[in-house]
């Protein structure tokens, strides 16, 4: 405790302190009620001036929020609408492409009969 009472530092600090006490305690005495009713109002009219903007900033942030996730679910609506609309466009192709092999299985004994034909007047007409 002696050698921290002796270091400069200490005495500068406790130096601080007292003198800071004393000019609080002058304050304290040449401030009048009346000066401090006033201060009192102003640091109140100033704390509800800023609850007001704090309160006008929020609900501009949530308006911004609400018409955000608005415009979100619209989006979301159209892309599903042209999400079912490539799925019905797919499967239309899918089936088409099914449909095709048969559709060609049929007619190909058809082309063989006209291929037949079209050689056998081709042998016949080199016959004559």
Do not use: C, F, H, W
């Not at 009346?34 to 800023?50: F, G, M, R, T, W």
């Not at 007001?52 to 929020?65: A, R, S």
């Amino acid at each position: 405790m002696k050698k921290l009472s002796e270091s400069e530092n200490v005495k500068k600090v406790l130096g601080d302190i007292q003198k800071l006490t004393q000019e609080l305690q002058k304050k304290v005495q040449s401030l009048s009620t009346d000066e401090a009713v006033k201060k009192y109002k102003e640091i109140v009219k100033k704390a509800s001036q800023a609850e007001g903007d704090l309160e006008k900033e929020v609900n501009k942030v949530i308006i911004k929020i609400k018409k955000s996730a608005t415009d979100v679910k619209n989006d979301l609506v159209v892309y599903k609408k042209k999400a079912v609309q490539q799925k019905n466009e797919l499967e239309k192709i899918l089936r088409s492409k099914k449909a095709g092999p048969k559709a060609t299985n049929k007619s190909a004994p058809k082309a063989r009969k006209a291929v037949k034909r079209s050689v056998k007047k081709k042998a016949a007409a080199s016959k004559k």
